[in-house]
């Protein structure tokens, strides 16, 4: 026979407490956090684009408190609920946490001609591709990485070529930072020349042995006299 029967009524966990979510902190994560529930054998992670817990979807389960969820896109805002879970079954969700990635840039585009007359000028922009997949254009650090003697470029991305008679060789740089991280990249660019022949005859006839050929590198100022 049986002399003694012994029952434990298991009841569903308390929901979790002390739910946090970080915001911006991470450019790869969003990091969740909560105590522990007495009784609680493992935790489900919920989550959702939307505040209404009825459109939030499982992503997880984990058997002690604290989540990195990876899958979050940078420049979307996620909303989290946490429930604990025993025997008995799972408990109410916890209070709704919200959390995001940071949005920062991973390369950056140097729009612009590849050449520019001598004593001509080009107007330069910049592209940032971000780790949401967006792009957009900023307002970059402009430099000359090389060739510096043969132009400059200013705080607006205009590059002026100064006047040459061989062609030469410059090297746009643009620097951009935002939210701690700095990209960069740089594009050549060449400066070139045209070649004027002028020839005059001081009768204004048939050029003779007296005409006279001048040949101007670049850019003309004013033309010879003779």
């Known amino acids: 026979w049986v002399d003694k ?7 569903k966990p308390n929901p979790p407490s002390g739910v946090t979510a970080t915001q911006g902190t991470s450019s790869d994560r969003i990091s969740l956090n909560w105590s522990a529930v007495t009784g609680a054998t493992s935790y489900e992670v919920w989550r959702s684009t939307s505040t ?9 389960t984990v058997t002690t408190p604290g989540y990195a969820d990876t899958s979050a896109v940078a420049g979307t805002t996620y909303y989290y609920w946490i429930t604990a879970v ?3 079954g799972a408990s109410v ?38 780790n949401d997949g967006t792009t957009k254009t900023v307002t970059p650090t402009w430099s000359l990485s090389s060739g510096s003697s043969y132009g400059a470029i200013n ?24 939210n701690g991280v700095t990209v960069s990249n740089t594009k050549g660019v060449t400066i070139t020349t045209f ?4 020839t005059f005859n001081g009768s ?14 670049g850019t003309c100022g004013s033309l010879p006299t003779v």
């Open 5 to 11: 029967v012994e029952y434990t009524l298991i009841t």
């Open 195 to 198: 070649t004027v022949t002028i």
């Open 155 to 178: 705080s607006s991305g205009v590059f002026t070529a100064n006047g040459t008679a061989t062609q030469r060789n410059v090297t746009v740089a643009a620097s951009y930072t935002e």
């Open 52 to 60: 209404s817990s009825s459109t939030a979807t499982r992503i997880d």
């Open 86 to 88: 025993n025997l008995a």
């Open 204 to 217: 204004g006839g048939t050029p003779s042995s007296q005409t006279q050929t001048y040949t101007a590198y």
């Open 93 to 130: 969700a916890s209070t709704r946490i919200s959390g995001y990635r940071l949005k920062i840039p991973t390369g950056l585009t140097i729009n612009g001609d590849t050449s520019v007359r001598a004593g001509g000028s080009a107007t330069y922009t910049a592209t940032a591709t971000y």
